[in-house]
C-alpha cells in the first residue's frame, strides 16, 4: 500500500474516531435601507429586529459589519456599526472546569444586551441624521456591489491533516459563513434610472428576468459564491395602488434569480422574517 495514502487512511479513521468537529461562525452583512421610501415605524421595526434578532443571539466569534441603503450607496459608502466578537475574551481562569462555558456565555450575553444593544438604535438615528440629501432614493445594487470586501474566506484548517492536527492540540476547527442580511422594501432605485423598479409592476416576468442578462454582460453581478442571504421588509411602494402584489411579484423574482447568478442562497425573503433570522443564527 502506497505510504502517503496509508498516512491518509489513517487521518480520515482519526476523524472519524475523534469526531472533530468545525464550528460554523457567522461574518454578517447588515444593508439597512435609508431611504424616503421606509416610513418612521418601518424604520423603528427594523432597528427593533435588529436588536432582539440578531444582536441578542450572535456567537463568541461571529461578526458584524452594518452599513446604509441609499442615494449615497456609491459616493458615501459608510459601515455605520460594527462588532468583531472573536477578539474579544468572555472566559476567565477563574472559571472552574464544569462551569467554564456557561460562564462565557453569560458574560457575552450581557455584554451584548448591556452594552451593545443598548447604544444600537443612537448609532443608527445619528448616523441617519448626518446622512443629508442621502434619503431620495434606494440604491441596493450598487450597495452588493461595494460590500464584496466585506466578506470572509477565513478557516483554520484547509483539509482532512489540518483538521486532525487542530483538534490533537486543543484547537478550534472553524471556518466563518457569509450572510448578507437587508432591511429593505426591496424596490430598487438609482439615480440615473437604470435600476428602477418602481415601475416593476407594469412589466410582465420576462422583461424583469431580461434585466439580469444585461447585469450580467456589463458585468455588474457581485460575486457572492456561498453566501447566506436574509431579506427582510419586501414590500411595494406607496404609490402602487392595484399593481402592488405585482410589484412585489416581480421584484422577488428579479432578486432570486440576480443572488442564484451571484452564487448565493436566499434562505429567507418576506415582509418579515425574523424567525428565519433567528433560527440562521441558532444553526451553529
Known sequence: ??????????????????SCKT??????IILFDNSL????????????????????????????????????SVSRAERIFSLDLSSMKFSSNRDGLNNKADSACRRLRHFLVDSVQTGFRNTILQSRANR?????????ANALKDITSLLSQEKSFFNVKEQVLNDAQGKDN???ENCIVIFSDMVNESRDKMM????????????????????????????LKKCKVLIYGATSTINSGFLANRQIENCKAFWEKYFKESGAEIIGYGFD????????????
Open 174 to 176: 472553524y471556518e466563518y
Open 37 to 72: 421610501t421606509i416610513s418612521e415605524a418601518m424604520m423603528n421595526k427594523y432597528i427593533l429586529t435588529i436588536q432582539q434578532a440578531i444582536l441578542t443571539n450572535l456567537g463568541s466569534s461571529d461578526r458584524l459589519t452594518l452599513q446604509f441603503v441609499d442615494e449615497c
Open 273 to 284: 422574517t425574523k424567525q428565519e433570522i433567528t433560527n440562521y443564527l441558532a444553526s451553529k
Open 23 to 28: 464550528e460554523k461562525r457567522h461574518n454578517l
Open 132 to 140: 443629508v440629501g442621502c434619503e431620495g432614493f434606494t440604491d441596493i
Open 196 to 223: 428602477d423598479f418602481t415601475q416593476f409592476g407594469k412589466l410582465d416576468k420576462g422583461k424583469v428576468l431580461g434585466r439580469i442578462e444585461e447585469l450580467n454582460r456589463s458585468g455588474n453581478i457581485p460575486d
Open 1 to 18: 500500500m502506497n505510504k502517503k495514502f496509508f498516512i491518509f487512511l489513517l487521518i480520515a479513521a482519526t476523524l472519524s474516531l475523534n
